[in-house]
């Protein structure tokens, strides 16, 4: 089975459909039973094989005719294996499907099948397949002569043609190759026959009346050297340069001659025109190419064009000689793939590059995908221009390799001011400000660079308008930055152009309100923009406008009807984030227009407060009647929080508030396992003291071996029994790590009091009514143990609740003593095997085999 067989992208065997739905009904997609195809791999193998036993037959049959008056052993017993063969492929030809040339569907009823093969070639496969010692003895006289029934052999040829017609159309095969073996073979074959032949006539006559009078001592000359003897005259005759010591004697000779001369013309003429042919197509590049430099140095010498473009001209053209010859022409084979097949290509060749350009920074995957599915990669020569300056923006280019110097011409004199490298983007000042091209770039090498147009540009940034905003801001902090000579008065216009709304990136309300640029929104809210337009995070610009503190844009935001209780993603609404900044003007704003920090996410509100070690923020918190002990959607609360940040007294003010010390997250750690886990003593007295107060309550033993508030965030690695508290100089993740941790704040002189006086008595209920609900719950008691462990000295003890199942308890063991056991003995050294023996206040011990 060949390669090309085995690819799973193989078409190779697979009949096309017809169009429409009919097609589904009428293809079959089983054959019966019994019943081969054509594609089969190991019928293909087969079909091989029976080629090669053809050259056999080819050489054969025509020396069988022409030299052999009757069977000799040798040649018969191999004759008759071969024969045997072919007819062992009749019978399996009955079984093997068809494909209807009408309706090019296979054809698998066996009826069918044997009906066409009968109306076919079964006829010519039966004759060609019977030996010759039998057709001799049932045949005439007159056709009794060994060769003449194996002529008909030589139907089988059919075989040879198919398979170079298949190898032909085949991948993995040179076609030029190919069709060369294909004319060697017919040469041959066309040589050896004739040769065969010419024998014969001279055989069959008398001898001195025949070619072989020419020969001396011809009776003395075995059979070998009268068949290289015929192979020289047929030759000869066939390259038209006889020599004159051989030919044609009698008539028959004479006839037989000049068919023969008249057939090599023919065959003369196919094998020089398809060598021709195969010629010309291999220079046919190279003779348009010189066609195309002459037509161009001709146009430019009657131009009189300068040398410098006469150079660009011609190094383009044999640029593009270059990726025709080499298999570059990358952008007419793209062209001609379906859509889904380009994106692919485009994906896996382009996609790391642009994500890294400058002006796409934190633009999402989807806009990226698209933009490199309408870029053009192009080659560009040494010392060509790619951008002209002052010319019309239609496009912008970014550099897969080489590099480009940036010129400016000033009183005619162009001067280098910058240089663009692998991974640079140029070209893009005139698309996205729509003025004209602010350098010429100049390739310095051979350089690959993608080309996108700005009309498909603009289309995808439309269509993504949160985008839009992050590459304008990308473009505005890259003029910033630029040290071009011209960048200022570049950066001055663009944000005018800003200003008045005349830009034609889609520009949200978020972007003038990361910008501080009251102008901008005001005429983005008066064109109709949406006030509570949100950006990816799901903030609007109310939440950004609030947490920079910015009085005008606050304003006008709220005048346009901004909903000043919106949440975000994260259950946080814009009085929130004024709060955390501290702004109390906006905060004066907002309250006025209706703002309640009731309606946020209060668990997230409590989690961010504590995470930021803010004692007075969650007091005010609670004056404006939230309830912080309420949990995240991950389960995380407050005291979660404050206990990872080792801050006892947050954790004794969340105590005081009705917080849960036993209240698992997703991953299934409370509070007080935390504390136990990260040794922080005095927290871990402040819930012993709690837990004494009441009933014991179980604690849940998490498998969890790293602490992490998202599953996907980057965990907290396991401390040891003897570890003291994190220093205050280490930071433990507990918010999402993208986010920087910010300094606490005292909070001082806040205006709390204002949001605090129409929910105090809210509040007080909601504590009061939570407080008794909490003081009903964990009621049941559990047994205690203290586990014990020799290997880490006497006093190696610690007092745990008893678990589920011995397993359990022995991990207990290893992470509390940093070992590996394997059994769990009684003081007296006697191995428990059941978890039920074990009572409350049992002294047990781990230990290894």
């Known amino acids: 089975m060949s390669r090309d067989d085995a690819s799973q992208y193989s078409l190779t065997g697979i009949p096309l459909p017809s169009l429409g739905a009919a097609a589904a009904n009428s293809r079959r997609p089983k054959l019966r039973g019994f019943i081969l195809s054509p594609y089969n791999p190991r019928y293909r193998l087969w079909e091989t094989f029976l080629v090669f036993l053809v050259f056999y037959t ?25 024969n045997a063969l072919f007819a062992i492929d009749i019978v399996l030809t009955f079984f093997v499907a068809y494909l ?35 057709a001799r003895s049932v045949l005439p006289s007159p056709l009794k002569t060994y060769g003449y029934f194996n002529i008909l052999r030589l139907w089988r040829l059919r075989r040879v043609s198919a398979m170079f017609a298949r190898l032909e159309k085949h991948r993995n095969y040179n076609y030029f190759w190919v069709r060369c073996s294909k004319l060697i073979c ?59 010591d051989l030919h044609p004697v009698n008539t028959r000779e004479m006839v037989f001659d000049i068919l023969y001369m008249l057939f090599n013309l023919g065959l003369t003429s196919y094998l020089i025109g398809n060598m021709t042919n195969l010629v010309v197509h291999g220079t046919s590049r190279t003779r348009k190419y010189r066609d195309t430099v002459q037509a161009a140095t001709g146009f430019a010498h009657r131009n009189q064009l300068p040398i410098r473009l006469q150079e660009q001209m011609l190094a383009h053209l044999f640029m593009k000689y270059r990726t025709d010859l080499e298999g570059l022409q990358q952008q007419e084979i793209i062209e001609s793939l379906p859509k889904a097949i380009r994106s692919s290509i485009s994906h896996y060749l382009f996609y790391s590059l642009v994500d890294k350009v400058y002006l796409f920074h934190g633009v999402s995957c989807d806009l990226i995908f698209q933009l490199v599915t309408e870029m053009k990669a192009e080659y560009f020569p040494p010392k060509e221009d790619v951008i002209l300056q002052n010319e019309a923006p239609t496009d912008f280019y970014i550099f897969v390799t080489g590099a480009a110097e940036l010129l400016i011409r000033k009183n005619g004199i162009e001067q280098v001011v910058g240089e663009a490298q692998s991974g640079d983007v140029v070209g893009e000042i005139g698309v996205l400000c729509y003025r004209p091209q602010v350098f010429t770039v100049r390739t310095k090498r051979l350089s690959q660079i993608l080309r996108l147009n700005r009309t498909a540009f603009l289309n995808l940034a439309h269509s993504n308008v949160g985008d839009g905003t992050i590459i304008m801001n990308n473009f ?45 929104l005001h005429r983005l809210l008066k064109k109709g923009s949406d006030p509570n337009e949100v950006d990816k ?30 949440k975000d993603m994260d259950g946080s609404v814009p009085l929130w984030e004024a709060m955390v900044g501290r702004h109390e003007s906006v905060m004066k704003l907002l309250i006025d227009n209706g703002a309640d920090i009731s309606s946020a996410d209060a668990g997230r509100l409590a989690c961010s407060a504590a995470e ?25 609360t407050a005291l979660h929080a404050a206990v990872t940040e080792g801050n ?78 994190l220093p205050a100089t280490q930071e433990v993740t507990w918010l999402d790590t993208n986010q920087r941790r910010r300094s606490s704040s005292s909070f001082h002189n806040s205006i709390f009091g204002m949001i605090s006086a129409a929910n105090r008595g809210k509040c007080i209920e909601r504590r009061a009514s939570e407080s008794s609900n909490t003081s009903k719950g964990n009621v049941n008691g559990f047994t205690r143990v203290i586990l014990g462990c020799p290997e880490r000295g006497e006093d190696a003890r610690k007092l745990v609740f008893l678990p589920k199942s011995l397993q359990e308890l022995l991990d207990i063991g290893a992470r509390k003593f940093d070992i590996s056991p394997t059994k769990i003995l009684t003081e007296d050294r006697a191995e428990i095997d059941d978890i039920n023996l074990i009572r409350d206040g049992d002294h047990l011990i781990i230990a290894r085999d």
């Open 476 to 520: 505005l902090q890259h003029l910033q930055e630029s040290r071009h000579p011209g960048m200022d008065s570049v950066l001055a216009e663009t944000e005018a152009m800003l200003a008045r709304g005349r830009m034609e990136m889609p520009i949200s309300t978020c972007f003038a309100a990361i910008r501080n640029d009251d102008l901008l």
């Open 537 to 566: 995070n799901g903030k609007t610009a109310l939440h950004i406008a609030a947490s920079k503190g910015n009085d005008h844009c606050v304003t006008l935001l709220l005048e346009y009807g901004a909903d000043p209780n919106i």
């Open 100 to 134: 209807d040339k009408a309706t090019y569907l296979l054809v698998d009823q066996p009826k069918l099948i044997a009906l066409r093969y009968a109306k076919t070639w079964l006829a010519f496969d039966v004759i060609s397949t019977i030996p010759s010692e039998f």
């Open 186 to 244: 017919v040469t041959l074959f066309a040589l050896h026959f004739a040769a065969c032949f010419y024998y014969f006539l001279a055989a069959n006559h008398e001898k001195k009346s025949t070619w072989l009078s020419l020969v001396s001592d011809d009776s003395q000359k075995d059979l070998w050297s009268l068949y290289v003897t015929s192979m020289y005259w047929s030759i000869v005759t066939l390259s038209t340069v006889g020599y004159g």
């Open 612 to 636: 930021e070690n803010n004692i007075e923020l969650l007091k005010e918190l609670v004056q404006c009647g939230m309830d912080v002990t309420q949990a995240r959607t991950n389960g995380t």
């Open 58 to 82: 080819a050489w054969v049959c025509p020396f069988e005719f022409g030299f052999l008056n009757e069977p000799e052993d040798p040649l018969s017993i191999t004759d008759n294996v071969v």
């Open 648 to 725: 006892t007294e947050m954790v004794k003010f969340l105590v005081e508030q009705g917080s849960d010390i036993d209240k698992q997250d997703a991953n299934g750690w409370s509070p007080w396992t935390l504390a136990d886990h990260q040794c922080h003593e005095e927290i871990k007295n402040i819930f012993q003291n709690i837990r004494e107060s009441r009933k014991p309550v179980a604690i849940p033993i998490s498998n969890n071996e790293r602490i992490g508030r998202f599953q996907s965030d980057p965990c907290m690695l396991t401390l040891s029994q003897d570890c003291m508290p």
